[in-house]
C-alpha cells in the first residue's frame, strides 16, 4: 500500500523516533508499504517519520544507480533501531534532496564514511561500515530519525534563498507526483 508522505512543515518531521521491538505490530507489512511509497514517488531512502509514524526504521534501495555503479545498484537495506557509532573527520559535500521537501535540492557536508549498528527486518543485529553515497543516503535517512532534515545543514545564504519554496511547501502550495500529508 501507498502511503501519503508528510511534508515539510509537519511537527512529527522534527520528532527524536522511538525504538521498536520485534513485535511491533504490523512490522513487515510496515516495512513493504515503505517500500512502496519509495518507489512509487522514485525516491532512493524513506524513513518512518516521513510516513507519519515516529519510530526509528529506515528503508533505502539505490537500483536507480544501476547502470552507472552496479554495485551501488545493488544496495538495498531495512534499518530499524540503527545508531551511528563512529563518523570520519572527513566531510563531503553531495547534492540531496528529500521526499518531503519537494523540489529543494541544495549541497550538502557530511562525514564520507560512518561505523553503525542496526538490526535488519529479521532483527538479526549488524555493525556495518559505509562510506561515499551508501554512507550519504544512510545518513540523510538517520537525520530523519533525530528530527533533523537536511536543509539544516545548508548555509544561511542558500536557506535565505530557498525559504520562501519552504514556506510554501508548509502551507501545502506544492505539486508533486506522488501522494502528500501537509501541515496541520
Ligand atoms: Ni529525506
Redesign the pocket.
Known sequence: MILPVYTYGNAILRKQASNIDADYPGLKTLINNMYQTMYNADGI?L?AP?IGLPIRLLVIDLSPFKEDNPELGEFKITMINPRIIEQSKTEIMMEEG????PGVYENVMRPQKIKISYFDADFNKHTDEFSGQKARVIQ??YD?LEGN??TDKISPLRRQLIKSKLINISRGKTTCRYKTTKAL
Open positions: 531512502g524513513a516521513q528529500c521526499l518531503s521537501i540523510h535517512e530523519h532534515l537536511f
